[in-house]
C-alpha cells in the first residue's frame, strides 16, 4: 500500500488553503467518518479530499462553522464529487454542515450498474486495481483527539485511490452504453435528505417484529423501556444499543420481569449494570400512563387486487430484463419509482414520462416495455386500446 504525503488541517488558515487547491481541481474523492458507534448524537468527525495532487483530512471538531468554506466546492457544477456509498457521507455532511451537492460520481452505484459481484470499495480497489487495503479501523471512534498517525493513514486511503477507480469504472459504464443511465443515479443521490440525528421510539413496535407474540402487558412493558433506553441514551450520549440491547429489552417484556432479583438473573456478568440501573428500569416497568394509549403502528390500507397484479408483472419484467442484461433488478427501475408508477397507473407515455421525470435516459429506454407490461390481460395481450393512446 503506497504512502502519501497528508495535509491535516485544523485551523481557518489550512482550510483556506486546501480549499484554493481543491476549486483547481477537476475532480475531488470525498470520504467521511462519524462516531455512530459511540455517542447519541452523532457527528462528522473527519472529512477526507483528495484531488490527483494532494489529499486533505479535515478535522471539523476543531473546524466548525469554519467548515461553511468548502460548500462552494461540494455545490460546483465543475468540479466532480468522487464517494464510494455516497448516501451516508452525504446525509450526513448535509445535517451537519448544510452543504448542497452537484456532479457526483459513487463507484459503488457504478460496480452495481455494471453487474459486479463484489462492491464493497476494498474489494473493488483489488479487483480493478490490483491495490490492498486495510479495514481494521473500520468501527473505530474518530471522535477521539488526538488520532494516532496509523489512524489518519487508514483514513485517507478510502479517498486516495477513488479517481483511478472512477477513471476505471466509467471506461467501463461508457464501453457498456450505461453511462447515461449511471448519470441518473448520481443526479438522484445529491437530492437525499439529510439525515435525522436523534432517536425516538415512534417505531418501538420494530424491536419485537412479530407483535402478536407480545401480551398486552408485555407490549407496555417493551414501550416503557424503549422511552427508558432513549432517555438515558440522551443522558449519557451514548448509542442506545450501547445502554440496553433490543434482544434484552424484549427478553425482559416477555418474562414480564416485576423485581430486582429477576432482573439481576438476566444480567449475570453486568452487576454495574444492575446497580446503576435497576431502579430505574423496574419503574419503567411498573409505569403507569393512566390510561394513555400507546403509540401504534400506522395501519395502511391493503392494496387492491388491481394494484398487486399491476405489481407483480411489472416485478417480473424488471427481474427478468435485469437477468438478461446482467444487472440487479433495481437498476433496470428504482423501486421508489417502480412504486410511484405502479399506483398512479399510467394509460400513456406521457403520464408515465411525468413519473419517471428523474429518469429520463429509462423512461426513454423502457418507457413503452414499462406501460405494455402494465396493462397485459390475464391472457396474456396487450391493451391494445392503451398502446394506441400512449403513441398518440
Known amino acids: 500500500m503506497d504512502s502519501f504525503e497528508i495535509n491535516y488541517i ?48 479535515l478535522d471539523p471538531l476543531a473546524l466548525d462553522q469554519k467548515m461553511d468554506l468548502l460548500a462552494p466546492v461540494f455545490s460546483s457544477p465543475d468540479i466532480q464529487k468522487v464517494f464510494h456509498a455516497a448516501e451516508y457521507d452525504i446525509m450526513c455532511l448535509k445535517r451537519d454542515f448544510g452543504f448542497e451537492f452537484a456532479n457526483l460520481f459513487d463507484t459503488m452505484i457504478a460496480a452495481r450498474i455494471l453487474g459486479k459481484k463484489e462492491i464493497g470499495l476494498s474489494q473493488l480497489l483489488e479487483s480493478e486495481l490490483g491495490i490492498h487495503v486495510d479495514k481494521k479501523f473500520q468501527k473505530a471512534d474518530w471522535g477521539m483527539r488526538p488520532l494516532p498517525k496509523d489512524m489518519l493513514e487508514y483514513a485517507i486511503h478510502d479517498t486516495c485511490y477513488l479517481i483511478q477507480l472512477r477513471d476505471c469504472l466509467q471506461a467501463q459504464l461508457i464501453e457498456k452504453g450505461f453511462m447515461e443511465l449511471a448519470t441518473e443515479d448520481f443526479n438522484r443521490m445529491t437530492k437525499i435528505p439529510a439525515r435525522a440525528n436523534h432517536g425516538d421510539c415512534a417505531n418501538w413496535w420494530q424491536i419485537a417484529g412479530n407483535q402478536k407474540k407480545l401480551t398486552e402487558k408485555q407490549t407496555e412493558i417493551l414501550y416503557h423501556l424503549c422511552q427508558w433506553r432513549e432517555e438515558n441514551a440522551i443522558k449519557r450520549d451514548l448509542p442506545p444499543f450501547k445502554i440496553l440491547s433490543n434482544n434484552k429489552m424484549l427478553e425482559i417484556s416477555m418474562l414480564e420481569t416485576t423485581t430486582k432479583e429477576e432482573l439481576a438473573q438476566l444480567f449475570p456478568a453486568r452487576s454495574v449494570f444492575i446497580k446503576r440501573y435497576a431502579e430505574s428500569l423496574m419503574n419503567a416497568i411498573h409505569k403507569d400512563d393512566n390510561g394513555k394509549p400507546i403509540p401504534q403502528p400506522q395501519k395502511h390500507r391493503c392494496p387492491s387486487q388491481a394494484y398487486l397484479t399491476r405489481w407483480d408483472q411489472l416485478k417480473s419484467w424488471r427481474r427478468e430484463y435485469g437477468a438478461k442484461v446482467g444487472v440487479g433488478s433495481d437498476v433496470i427501475l428504482p423501486k421508489d419509482i417502480m412504486e410511484s408508477i405502479v399506483a398512479a397507473n399510467p394509460r400513456s407515455l406521457q403520464e408515465l414520462e411525468l413519473l419517471m421525470a428523474e429518469v429520463p435516459w429509462r423512461f426513454n429506454r423502457f418507457g413503452e416495455q414499462i406501460l405494455k407490461t402494465l396493462h397485459i390481460k390475464n391472457h396474456g395481450e396487450t391493451d391494445k386500446k392503451l398502446v394506441r393512446r400512449s403513441e398518440a
Open 10 to 57: 485544523d485551523q481557518q488558515a489550512g482550510l483556506r488553503q486546501a480549499v484554493h487547491t481543491l476549486e483547481q481541481a477537476r475532480a475531488i474523492a470525498v470520504d467521511s467518518e462519524s462516531n455512530s458507534l459511540y455517542v447519541y448524537y452523532e457527528k462528522v468527525c473527519l472529512l477526507q479530499l483528495s484531488s490527483e495532487s494532494a489529499h486533505f483530512i
